[in-house]
């Protein structure tokens, strides 16, 4: 392709009337409903304030009942505390797409304090053998998800990545990563992801380099779904975590100039 030319890859739709933040995520720009061929999979808050995430492919929930969409099962998942807690009726529109997998899990830190900091987080997918198969998670109950595993210390069939801590530069009054380019503004989003704090082989990168503008670069084991997932997971606004939403942000920041005025 010419330099800077650009190529649709996939887009994320969050849905309205989900209690959590949920997205529809497909290869075209509009439709890509459950059930099209243009349906990638779905990328769900687990709970309200937004720290933990999984992303799902097609299919029927196995926590309620298999590929099942009759009154039945959408009582029973009622009952069973999916964590999020919305109605998830495309679980039922999935039918004969069969049980669905989980993907990727996203856990931010909570810090509502220290939401002026960098995003904090750690992206948990299931590993990949040598010869190129990826671990198979569709989990019967609720704490063998990949975010109940990762919070238990259950790692065995996954791999997990954070991002690499930044450091503050008091010329720029930011934290800064180098990036080689691929980030030209600062901001609490810009993100690497690396297995280890002391390796310099970054699995996967967000940089921001404009208003409304970001580069998202990552390698094996992401793919380009978990990469993009990733990505709208770190945009998206969260109460709890960093980056906070505009208006709380807004306010720290006057709260942190003030006292820093009045020391």
């Known amino acids: 392709l010419p330099p800077y030319h650009a190529l649709y890859c996939m887009s994320a739709r969050k849905q309205k009337a989900a209690r959590t933040s949920l997205f529809r995520i497909a290869i075209v720009k509009e439709g890509g409903d459950p059930g099209s061929a243009a349906y990638l999979g779905k990328l769900k808050a687990m709970d309200m304030g937004g720290l933990d995430w999984t992303l799902y492919t097609p299919g029927a929930s196995p926590l309620k009942g298999g590929g099942g969409g009759g009154g039945r099962g959408k009582r029973a998942s009622r009952k069973s505390g999916d964590e999020g807690g919305h109605n998830d009726e495309e679980d039922e529109d999935a039918g004969e797409a069969g049980v669905r997998q989980e993907l990727l899990a996203i856990r931010f830190d909570k810090s ?77 989003k810009n993100i690497q992801l690396v297995e280890a704090q002391e390796s310099h082989d970054i699995k996967f990168q967000l940089g921001k380099v404009g208003s409304d503008r970001f580069n998202v670069d990552y390698k094996r084991p992401y793919s380009a779904l978990q990469a993009f997932a990733i990505a709208v997971a770190v945009m998206d606004d969260k109460m709890f975590c960093s980056p906070a939403p505009p208006a709380l942000r807004t306010a720290l920041s006057i709260k942190d100039r003030f006292f820093r005025g009045s020391s």
């Open 112 to 188: 509502i304090l220290g939401s002026g900091g960098p995003t904090q987080l750690h992206a948990v997918l299931p590993t990949e053998s040598e010869e190129g198969g990826r671990a198979v998670f569709r989990p019967r109950a609720k704490e063998e998800t990949i975010v109940e595993r990762h919070k238990g210390g259950r790692k065995t069939g996954l791999v997990d990545m954070s991002n690499k801590l930044p450091t503050w530069n008091e010329r720029l009054q930011s934290y800064t990563l180098e990036y080689n380019g691929r980030a030209t503004e600062p901001s609490v």
